[in-house]
């Protein structure tokens, strides 16, 4: 069975920076590109940035791109997500999400998603 | 304002069928496939339909999708109390170079 676990969410100031983690287990990791997407409370789902099986091809949304970075370790089976300069609009439950293809798009969609991790920017 | 438009909600009876829209463009519905996920109050969402039509193992086939030209519809059939959740679209955007989610439409189940 599919396992992520999310972990790195707190209260931050903005403008400051925070590092989000993610613990795969459950499936062969380096077979799959993964994504974060995040929900604002009360909203909509936005994708925030994927990373395709090898780490070569990455994609932001235009919202955190030159802000967040995102990045794999495929040895430890983990995925990260590194915020700076963050932003009131950047709160939200961040997910980590399995996609069910080896590119980040286009693919046959996220087919396994983490509890996810709650990210609060206010002063 | 999301790339994909979704209705806020929609509302039938149990056993009845309802169908969720969702319009978007050229450069995401028309040439790349859309998939549908349901989330629970909650909840973490999960995948529902994928490739337009597609059901993953263990979804119902009481849920379909469908796709023309710019917008794919979801359509639910014998609805039952278990199914209100909220609904979201997505498709790949060629232009953003990025996934773009409908709003989402919550399902109440009169």
């Known amino acids: 069975e599919v396992h992520l676990v999310e972990s790195g969410g707190g209260l931050v100031q903005p403008g400051r920076s925070l590092r989000l983690a993610c613990e795969a287990s459950g499936f062969t990791f380096d077979d799959y590109a993964m994504h974060w997407v995040r929900q604002a409370p009360e909203k909509g789902l936005e994708w925030v940035s994927g990373i395709s099986w090898s780490g070569d091809t990455i994609h932001y949304a235009d919202s955190v791109k030159g802000r967040f970075t995102i990045s794999r370790d495929n040895a430890k089976k983990s995925l990260s997500l590194q915020m700076i300069s963050l932003r009131a609009e950047d709160t939200g439950l961040y997910y980590c999400v399995k996609d069910s293809g080896i590119t980040v798009a286009p693919t046959n969609g996220f087919d396994s998603w983490g509890q996810g991790t709650l990210v609060t920017v206010s002063s | ?110």
């Open chain 2, 1 to 110: 304002q999301s790339v994909l438009t979704q209705p806020p909600s929609v509302s039938e009876a149990p056993r009845q069928r309802v169908s969720i829209s969702c319009s978007g463009g050229s450069s995401n519905i028309a040439y790349n496939a859309v998939n549908w996920y349901q989330q629970f109050p909650g909840k973490a969402p999960r995948l529902l339909i994928y490739y337009d039509d597609q059901l993953p193992s263990g979804v119902s086939d009481r849920f379909s999708g469908s796709k023309s030209g710019t917008s794919a519809s979801l359509a639910i059939s014998g609805l039952q109390s278990e199914d209100e959740a909220d609904y979201f679209c997505a498709a790949w955007d060629d232009t953003l170079t990025g996934w773009v989610f409908g709003g989402g439409t919550k399902l109440t189940v009169l």
